[in-house]
């Protein structure tokens, strides 16, 4: 910072209630599979975003008493003063490294699940809790109320014992009683807790000065508050009810956290909401209503954006939960220009999809994080070369280009031999697809980092032998050859090949990637059928529709594209692609193609459907390419030194696992046996002293 | 056992390997929920079935290594030496009440998820992995099974070194790669461990081998053996490979524990399968084909059919897992003769669906399932009471009825007012539907209790007003008053009243359960909207089929009745509904009735269609009967010193909450509020100290 530059004005200190915040970059509560579960891998991904410069790093939301428990899912947990030593890991972590440390108190309502505590749900009036499971949430007594309340307050005095700087009240994503109170369809109350809005944001405000009083001027208390439901008048509206909460509770949080709600509204993916910023429009009110700093977020990546939101008086944060778990280190590479170092978020919702599964989180583009504890890996650093060995890295799709990448950066003279005339295999040929333009970060982030390489040298066009590789005489050798389509039918749902009469013609996602499908004039009707039920079918059958073909998609599952379902994005797609006019058909597997009909069987009755098309394309199971490989290791003396088999030829998962694959290659290249194999154990265990 | 009696047989000594068990009864291996994730509360628990006198107490599957990972869900793991202390809890807590420990090793190939540990997933050949994620397993090389061999070695060395009895190799469920290699399904290997059935069956062969090598029979080693897919030939059958296998592997194993595949297969609920035994068909042959032990499961609670397992050469051991679980003290109470005090499991798999859920194990008959380690609680003993104090339950329903009868176990003198001519409620109701007759047992078992208990009262057709109740002048008032279906179409999907321009009679389950419903020539198209998403709308509708109404289910999920799925049930609901001629509707709420028409709306594109009926049967949400209990409460100065609201009337649930809701209101009855609030908040914490 020695020179000025136009991005100073984001490396200005704010204020933040008693705490001075180093810059404006802040992480603002998310997600990430780890918790109260996995508290020491916990602390270490929060300790690497404080290294990476944020100035306020945050945990997810914590539970704050028995009654709001969501087990067994891992968000953090402050029951009690047994909760503490954990989170400290992670002040500790996050003040070492100089970031202030938030936590997001929560007490969930209806929707937390209670099936751990076993204890009764709350809500602002009777209805059935919102997960699939037939309990009631009870209207809160008074009682409820003033209980909840002192929770909430004894939470705050726990976490600001914890050593956290800012202490969250939490009114967003639908997923907290403080929100639930505010909204006429959760709060049916006739007391002085329902009915016109200032009783409604009641509670809203109690909890603030509660939490205001507990702390006593030593921690700010943030208010995270979602303006508007993207409903339109069916639920609140930033111009609102929204603008008026701000209006009325205007300078009594330190700071305001403001997003919208739904979960999938906030966290929209690339697929759904292109551009970054996109919740601006609905937030850039907030600052002209409150005195106190405003934060926001929008999967906001671009300095020049950042600015620009500063200089405009939207914001005095940038916030980011996504775009800081693709690079924990934007502040400092924006810091340093670095700015073409960013790895910026794609917006694929991997990492969502982790604390949907109750698993570590994951990302994308970065294949550190989540690792930062288990393997101690730095998303920033890479251990230096063991020795003067060459590599040889054959196919450059995600897999190879990561592993490829890395190697280099260990400083080992890196070969990489591509099939075709471009790097990025199946990232790019995905990435062409509709909505997925955004994915193509993957092959540019990696592609602009080797062009700055003198230790590594890309070959196009060349598709290598094994024998063409036993003589290029390099001892090391990942093969990273990924995979095609099934084009036979065979899936998760059937494990023998459909019965084929040949009337059809039949196309895979590749055909598509290709642009080698007949017209829409040769092949009016496409018959898409998906037993992969991830995105592709989905986004195939969109796009295919949007050129113009008349799609029929049918598919194994209950709903369209389930996986989806856990990227925040299923409900989106499905109502998309109904509007668009493709027909839909649920539960079928497929049976085979007969005299130009597809035919379907119901997954309940067996009854059998057949389907008229002019085209059939299969989105079911992939087969790897690991010819090279197996010839490599047939050849009695090949004499290499060490041939590796990674992405998707290896195991054929989501672009993040080919990634990670390849990025693990590198990292384990030459480092011994035993170490390698200690990280895949290394675990956190439950203490088996008794706490009570 | 002093005198003779019929049941001497079932508790003769039986030897398994080098050990011998005390009598017959064995509880095989079953989830629970609890696991590694709660290893405290694992072995308080199974140690409560060897306190109830099983002779043999297994874990639930064990994950062997890393590239068997289930996270989140609460299996058993034994990846390495680290597990062995949790392990120990459970065996030297078995063995402290006399019986021997089993643990199964797993490894779940295709079928683990593999999420935390990042592995690659295992099968026999390439797949698809099971659950909905876009990842596959990798056909394993003979190196890759080499591998495999040495860990379930090594997780046996370590199993025995926890003190485990019995080491199970494990071939059953689809869950299970040593199953996946006999299936040809599965396995299309062209090496020695595919093709024909001498090849596919070498992998189990050299697990059993392997293990029995290493424990040098200082272990049982035990294999669990599904010998019947019930696919027909599409699966593996009994008569066919299923009695091949038995008769190639014949004394290997020291005990055959064989059952059915697929998990909803060996665990059918009793409303798809009414009778105990249901297994034995196909089990049968099994004692036939070996000299070594041989046990068997079928949800079996009664002793006469357990001797006459025995005695006909079918079994040497009763096995259970949910008759265990409703009652871990069966063998003493057979033994003791007190076989009227045996809480028979209701086949209900409220326990399978807590797996499902990753959270610890419930039982609707014995609400101390899961809670032996975190309250302390035992199936058959309940602190004596602490004054002589009296009791009141208001409403004789699964709520009151615990309540009531463990008052009175307690010593305190109870009285039961119910506003019916017979006590049950809800359980007596519901257990009158189609296929859910076992769940009466709920009722049965409490009032045979009850019926010989001196200091309990019951008064029925007594409905009793707040006035009366001060009158009564009973100090401690519990009211269990239960809850009615709404009838305005409220539910999770909608939170304001739907349309009803009156052309249609509206029902709720109430009416069907009260046989009031029109008869079929009145009302011959019903149409049932289900927004409860549990089992009732499936039931009903499946009833009124079966009674001749034509009738269409509606409901907001993608499939009907979705928590069925975690109790196995769903796909056949759903099949044989479709298959008896119902309608189904998918994933559509509720609008409202217009001229005879029911209006649903799609969850999608909000696209409305009607559809005419001659009624329309609503199965939405439920409301409180907690008006006795507030004007209770606003009553100035009713001078009561306890008054609980409980049950269905507090918080809406299973059957299972209530019953455990009015089990907890009398366990907790005069205990001090701090031990009450102390016994919530316990649970099992991750330790902080690094494992490496």
Not at 55 to 60: G, K, L
Not at 401 to 420: D, F, H, P, S, W
Not at 662 to 679: L, T
Request: aromatic content about 6%.
């Amino acid at each position: 910072m020695a020179t000025s530059s136009p991005y100073d004005i984001l490396f200005q200190p704010v204020k933040v209630g008693p705490h001075t915040a180093r810059n404006r970059f802040y992480q603002v509560p998310h997600c990430c599979g780890l918790g109260h579960v996995r508290p020491q891998a916990h602390a270490a991904m929060r300790a690497m975003k404080a290294e990476g410069g944020w100035a306020v790093v945050s945990t997810e939301e914590a539970e704050i008493h028995p009654t709001s428990d969501l087990a067994p899912y891992a968000e953090q947990r402050i029951w009690d003063e047994h909760d503490i030593p954990a989170l400290k890991l992670m002040t500790d972590a996050v003040h070492a490294k100089g970031a202030l440390a938030a936590i997001e108190l929560v007490h969930n309502g209806a929707h937390a699940y209670n099936h751990l505590s076993r204890a009764p749900l709350f809500a602002p009036s009777d209805m059935t809790m919102e997960s699939t499971y037939p309990k009631q949430a009870r209207a809160m007594s008074l009682a409820d109320i003033q209980a909840f309340r002192r929770w909430h307050r004894s939470a705050a005095r726990r976490a600001m014992e914890a050593g956290f700087d800012i202490i969250y009240v939490y009114a967003g994503h639908r997923m907290s009683l403080a929100q639930h109170f505010l909204l006429p369809e959760y709060n049916q109350r006739t007391d002085e807790y329902g009915g016109k809005l200032e009783n409604r944001v009641r509670l809203l405000r109690q909890l603030l000065e509660d939490a205001k009083e507990e702390v006593g001027g030593r921690c700010a208390v943030a208010l995270r508050f979602a303006v508007d439901e993207v409903m339109g008048s069916d639920g609140m509206e930033w111009h609102k009810e929204g603008r008026q909460i701000v209006q009325m509770l205007k300078d009594l949080p330190d700071i305001w956290d403001v997003n919208i709600s739904n979960w999938s509204n906030d966290s929209a993916t690339s697929r759904l909401q292109r551009h970054e910023g996109y919740q601006t429009p609905y937030i850039e009110f907030v600052k002209q209503e409150t005195n106190k700093p405003v934060v926001a977020v929008g999967r906001i990546t671009s300095a020049d954006y950042m600015v620009s939101l500063v200089k405009d008086g939207i914001v005095d944060f940038i916030g980011a939960a996504r775009p800081s778990i693709a690079d924990p280190f934007i502040p400092n590479k924006i810091r340093d220009n670095r700015i073409d170092e960013i790895r910026e978020c794609i917006g694929c919702n991997i990492c969502v999809s982790s604390d949907g599964l109750g698993v570590p989180i994951r990302c994308t583009q970065n294949p550190t994080m989540g690792e930062e504890w288990r393997r101690g890996w730095h998303p920033e650093h890479i251990e230096a070369k063991q020795s003067d060995q060459q590599a040889l890295v054959v196919g450059g799709g995600p897999a190879g280009m990561e592993c490829a990448m890395q190697l280099a950066r260990r400083g080992y003279q890196v070969t990489l031999a591509e099939a075709t005339k471009e790097l990025g295999g199946r990232g790019l040929a995905e990435a062409k697809l509709a909505g997925l333009g955004a994915w193509k970060r993957v092959v540019d982030y990696r592609l602009s980092d080797m062009q700055t390489r003198a230790n590594l040298d890309i070959y196009y066009d060349s598709q290598l032998t094994s024998e063409q590789i036993i003589e290029l005489g390099i001892d090391n050798v990942f093969i990273a050859t990924g995979t095609h389509w099934r084009r036979d039918g065979v899936g998760r749902s059937k494990r023998v090949a459909m019965h084929n009469d040949g009337s059809l013609p039949l196309f895979t996602p590749e055909d598509v990637m290709a642009n080698q499908l007949p017209s829409q004039q040769q092949m009016p009707h496409v018959l898409i059928y998906d037993d992969d039920l991830a995105y592709l079918g989905g986004v195939i059958a969109q796009q295919l529709v949007d050129q113009g073909y008349r799609v029929s998609l049918a598919t194994s599952a209950t709903m369209v594209s389930p996986f989806t379902d856990i990227t925040l994005e299923q409900a989106t797609i499905q109502r998309q692609l109904l509007q668009s006019g493709a027909a839909v058909i649920l539960s079928h597997t497929i049976h085979g193609t007969v005299d130009k009909q597809v035919q379907l069987s119901c997954n309940y009755t067996g009854k059998v459907q057949s389907i008229a098309a002019d085209g059939l394309l299969l989105v079911t199971e992939r087969i790897r390419h690991s010819q090279l490989y197996d010839e490599l290791l047939a050849m009695p003396a090949h004499g290499l030194r060490h041939v590796e088999l990674i992405g998707d030829a290896a195991t054929p998962g989501l672009i993040a696992d080919a990634v990670y694959s390849g990025h693990m290659a590198a990292r384990n290249f030459e480092k011994p046996a035993a170490e390698v194999e200690q990280q895949i154990f290394r675990r956190e265990l439950i203490s088996l002293k008794p706490m009570i």
